[in-house]
Structures are given as C-alpha cells and as structure tokens.
C-alpha cells in the first residue's frame, strides 16, 4: 500500500519549485517528487496535491494564509512583526 501525506513537507515544496522548469507534465513532475520524498523518508504526496501545488508555483501564486498576512500587515490590521513570525514558521 502507498502512503500520502495530508499535508506537503515545505522540503517538498522546495524541491517541487527546483524541479518544475513550467515544461514538465504534471505526472513527471509528480513521480519526482516521490523520489524525493523517499529519499527523504517522508510520505509521497498524492497526485492531486502535486498539481495543485505545480499549477501554483506556475502562476507564482503566494499561498492563501500569506495573502491574507500581506494584506492584514499593508491596512495595518496586522503588525509588519507577523511576516517574520510566518517565515521562522516556515523553517
């Protein structure tokens, strides 16, 4: 039985944005990164999600939380601090 992640390790996502020249087909880019993920020792994200998140990085969207910050921090909803809490939560 293959094992999925619900959630994408940010190391894969990484090596998803490394990998994806915007040519690939999704299932190419997909396969890849079940290498990585079991060189990494991490569960194979499912097809699905490794489109989702290969269509994202295509359009170079920002993730709806980071929106959402960016937004709060530019109408001053949010303190500018809260960018950098979000990116020490990333490492």
Do not use: N
């Not at 490394?18 to 040519?23: A, K």
């Not at 489109?51 to 959402?68: F, G």
């Amino acid at each position: 039985m293959t094992s999925s992640a619900p959630r994408i390790d940010p190391r894969l996502v990484a090596a998803l944005e490394r990998i994806d020249d915007d040519s690939l087909p999704y299932a190419e880019v997909c396969r890849r990164i079940g290498r990585v993920a079991a060189e990494l020792g991490l569960a194979k994200p499912c097809y699905e999600q490794c489109r989702v998140l290969t269509r994202r990085h295509r359009r170079r969207e920002l993730p709806p939380d980071v929106r959402s910050l960016l937004l709060d921090v530019a109408f001053r909803a949010r303190p500018p601090e809260a960018l950098l809490e979000l990116l020490e939560g990333a490492k």
